[in-house]
């Protein structure tokens, strides 16, 4: 049955089956990532204050270095579903190598800042005199994972844009727990200390890297694409890039400000602000899972020349967000009690944090359409409209965000301020989506 003929009940069927079969695994590829970090601080914290505190800013700080890079993963997942749509699966493939080479120069251009200047890098961000030295040690033997993080982000994407969220979930299964045995071994076997959780963290890192080279080699080999760097595709895969790069710190930016204006508030809105962030940022490894298959269906149906299948799956995605962000405002609201409790037993902080959370759990329909369709233009190849939404919305929240507490408003001020921040690329990516500009057929955008 093809994409014309089905029935809409048919159609919607195809389409929920492809979203389940790459959201749920990627879903649980996403949640597995920020487990290293808790891996690493339950360890590491039973070492002493000074040794979790080094590791929390030198963690901070690798976190973001990764994330900056994260188009690595975007941009390889749309160009390599397009030529999956095309039916060239050599070219689809060459596509993605070319992206594992760019996180390759991109990592060694990392490491060669990072190492000379981690003592500066620390020192910029505040560290006390005794949490200094560990987070400069472990910073420094960190770095060493950087490029084959990269790797994984970019192999990520091609395994994404080929259609295969699974593997790249059994990886991060599989990282997760040599992360944990190596660090519980190297900080306490061999007695290491925090310098044995970073080594332990960079062997997981690069195992996770080769056994996603091992699967890309293979399809290599199969289809017959060429496994040397080719500078021309580096360069295109670098310039694709270029405007999801201006996304992603736009996006970081924004969240910035907002911790800085929370700081701003008093301390028990910034211990209520990081809780309701962490929520939001759980909240979020949902939606981008959807977001996620929205990349590798809506490349490949583009890819392939259907533009209808494309539209009807970009609206099917859209009330899949929708009914997920109802679904998880709800659970937001009803685990309200149980879930501030585990996090501080500080009466303020509740009160404070408990109308910011009703907030939350209201815009989570809102980030739903946000996240879906971030994803769908993602697939569709459109970053430079996505780095100017972007920035348009950096534009208006930061003034909205500054005014909180020049006003006296609180934290519900800055989180009302950050779903103002929502809307505002819900209506960018609305009006780029309804004007059907991004639909741009064929192997390559």
Known sequence: MTQASATPKAT??????????????????????PLFVMADSAIVGHLGTAQLAGLGIASALLTTAVSVFVFLAYATTAAVARRVGAGDLQAAIRQGMDGIWLALLLGGAVIAAVLPTAPSIVELFGASDTAAPYAITYLRISALGIPAMLVVLASTGVLRGLQDTRTPLYVAIAGFIANAVLNAGLVYGADLGIAGSAWGTVIAQWGMAAAY????????????????????????????????????????????????????????????HQIVLSLWSLLAFALDAIAIAGQAIIGRYLGAG?????????????????????????????????????????????????????IVALSQPICGVVFVLDGVLMGAGDGPYLAW??????????????????????????????????????LTLWLRTRSGRWIVTGATR
């Open 389 to 426: 939404a972007m920035v348009i919305t950096l534009a208006v929240f930061a003034p909205a965000a500054l005014l909180v507490p020049a006003l006296d408003g609180g934290l519900t001020a800055l989180w009302a301020a950050m779903t103002l921040m929502m809307v505002i690329r819900m």
């Open 12 to 33: 919607r069927r195809q389409h929920d089956r492809e979203i389940v079969a790459l959201a749920v695994p990627a879903f649980g590829a996403l949640v597995a990532e």
């Open 306 to 358: 259907d533009t209808q299948g494309a539209r009807q799956a970009c609206r099917r995605m859209v009330e899949w967000g929708i009914a997920v962000g109802v679904a998880l405002g709800v659970l937001v609201v009803l685990s309200r009690p149980l879930f501030l409790p585990l996090f501080t037993s500080d009466s303020t902080v509740k009160d404070t944090a408990l109308p910011a959370l009703v």
């Open 213 to 272: 080279l091992v699967v890309v080699v293979r399809g290599a080999r199969k289809h017959g694409a060429s496994l040397r760097p080719d500078a021309a595709g580096i360069r295109a895969s670098a310039q694709a890039g270029v405007p999801l790069l201006v996304r992603t710190l736009s996006l970081r930016a924004i969240l910035m400000i907002a911790t800085a204006v929370a700081a701003r508030l008093g301390d028990a809105d910034i211990a209520a």
